[in-house]
């Protein structure tokens, strides 16, 4: 064991600590593209650079629901417009001039007062909500997302205001397992999965297809130092550069940009490793299917982004034609990404995270 703790120290002063370009790519890069994700879409967070436009459609006047509105309508962040029929609102959305259209059913106010009335028993009620949105649309899907959770976070605040009740969490159609949401936050994961997928499909390929050109490789394979315990260290190697990347990354979104500490929970932490293995075999795969490096990068290089444009990683890839979507379905990194922002809060859009990353690791 101390063997291979050695040799994969030596492999990371090697591949890292000497050569600056893979220091750069893991160490520094997802810093840098952190920043810069966060600089452009940044004002989403704060409302300053993008407007939602709401539409909402009354079945019949809610006293309720209009005291949400109120709060939302302070805010420059939203336009909201109020239309008489559903069909109307919808085609305005249609045609891109709203991004989220509110039904609010005419027994809303009733089933409201319902449910906070049930809400001290063991008896629950919904209170239908319907929320139509554009799933094609970036800016659409992202409104829904947003209306789902203002309306989960106002309504306590709603019946503070109210004097009525306090404290009352009311179970909705509209209510998902959601956050506030925050760009900063929201491309954390997809950072994380960038770093490890970065360190699967390059440092680790490359490493090995570099000393097998140079014919270092048949001096470690003739040597008692056999070749598993040789793919043990390299493997030990990227996963010491992983723990030095990810350690910066976490410094850097909780001190800068207030990610929460979930972050650093097990079912996080454990995510990420399960992430590293299968990229890690992968990896393994690549350089053992392709032996020259030139070869390594071409197949590299594509694999890296198709599964990162079609991983969920920026914009919501779950909606595009067949002709795309098979992809994403088959894609390890969709699902590892949707398990990781499940943790941190946000909507999970698939239910079986395993099955298709361990396919991938067989």
């Known amino acids: 064991m101390k063997k291979i703790l050695r040799f994969s120290l030596y492999l990371f002063l090697n591949d890292y600590i ?89 027994n809303f106010d009733s089933s409201f007062t319902k449910a906070i009335l049930l809400a001290r028993t063991k008896m629950k009620l919904t209170v239908p909500i319907d929320i139509y949105y554009v799933p094609e649309r970036t800016e659409s899907s992202m409104a829904k997302d947003v209306v789902r959770s203002i309306l989960k976070t106002m309504e306590v605040e709603i019946w503070r205001s109210f004097g009525n009740f306090k404290d009352v969490k009311v179970e909705s159609s509209v209510e998902e397992k959601t956050k506030k949401f925050n760009v900063a936050h929201y491309y954390f994961p997809s950072i994380v999965m960038v770093t490890i997928m970065s360190i699967g499909f390059f440092s680790i390929p490359y490493s090995i297809a570099g000393k097998r050109e140079r014919k270092s490789t048949r001096r470690f394979l003739v040597s008692p ?76 290089n594509s694999l890296f982004q198709a599964m990162m444009f079609l991983g969920n990683f920026y914009f919501n890839v779950l909606n595009m034609s067949w002709g795309i979507r098979w992809f994403v379905y088959i894609n390890p990194a969709t699902y590892i990404l949707d398990k990781l922002r499940g943790t941190m809060g946000y909507n999970s859009y698939l239910s079986n995270h395993l099955l298709v990353p361990f396919a991938w690791l067989v």
Do not use: C
Not at 21 to 47: R, V
Not at 254 to 279: A, D, N, T, W
């Open 225 to 300: 130092f056999g070749s598993g315990e040789f793919i043990v260290s390299v493997i030990l190697n990227n996963f010491l550069a992983l723990l030095i990347s990810l350690t910066l990354l976490f410094s850097m979104g909780m001190l800068l940009y207030r990610v929460p500490k979930v972050i650093l929970s097990p079912q996080f932490i454990l995510q990420i490793i399960f992430g590293m293995l299968i990229y890690s075999m992968i990896g393994l795969m690549i350089v053992s299917l392709a032996k020259r490096t030139s070869t390594i990068s071409i197949i590299s």
């Open 18 to 106: 000497r050569d600056f370009s893979g220091s750069f790519w893991i160490f520094f890069f997802p810093l840098i593209l952190y920043l810069i994700l966060t600089s452009i879409f940044g004002g989403i967070a704060d409302g300053e650079n993008v407007t939602f436009r709401i539409g909402i459609v009354y079945e019949k006047k809610s006293t309720v629901f209009e005291k949400m509105v109120s709060h939302l309508k302070r805010e420059k962040a939203f336009d909201i417009r109020e239309y008489r029929k559903v069909d109307e609102a919808l085609k305005q959305l249609k045609e891109s001039k709203l991004d989220v259209v509110i039904f609010v059913d005419k």
